[in-house]
Each structure stands twice: as structure tokens, then as C-alpha cells.
């Protein structure tokens, strides 16, 4: 199966990839959890940090500089490298 993505940045050639296999379990996986500097973002994470742990899943919390720009490259490769999956705050 194949998913459109549609960049807001850039939406003159929509990209199709392939879905990830999602994991059977958290237990054991490390999960990053983006704060894009979005008001609150923060609070929503706290939540989700909490029942992830208790999952068994491992935490790693990144923050975009600004809300208003895609994360800087480093950050990206940084999450890409080190989580087994992610989790962005996004609105309000």
C-alpha cells in the first residue's frame, strides 16, 4: 500500500511511499517525541511520555527551534538515528 504525502512546503509533485511496518509493541523500542514550539506542545508530550514508559517503551524528546521552519538537518538525522519511531506535537 502506498501513501501520499503531501509537503506544505512544497506540493508541486506529491510523493508516494511506502508505509513502514508499525511494530507489534512498544516494549524495548526507543520513541521520539518532537515538540515543534507550537503553545502546549509540551503538555500533550508530557501525557504521551507518560503511557509510553508504560509500555515499556524508552523516551527521547526533541524541540524544533521554531514552529514556523522545517527541523533543521541535524535535528532530523539526529531522530532518524537514534528512534525507532516518532511522535510530533503539532497543533495548539
Do not use: Q, Y
Amino acid at each position: 500500500m502506498s501513501t501520499t504525502v503531501l509537503d506544505p512546503t512544497d506540493e508541486t509533485a506529491p510523493s508516494a511511499r511506502e508505509r513502514t511496518t508499525r511494530p507489534e509493541s512498544l516494549a524495548g523500542l526507543t520513541v521520539g517525541l518532537l515538540d515543534i514550539s507550537k503553545p502546549r506542545g509540551d503538555v500533550f508530550l508530557d501525557e504521551v511520555e507518560s503511557r509510553l514508559i508504560s509500555l515499556g517503551a524508552t523516551v527521547r524528546r526533541f524541540t524544533k527551534p521554531t514552529f514556523a521552519k522545517p527541523a533543521p538537518t541535524d535535528l532530523r538525522h539526529e531522530i532518524a538515528t537514534s528512534c525507532d519511531a516518532v511522535i510530533e506535537a503539532l497543533a495548539d
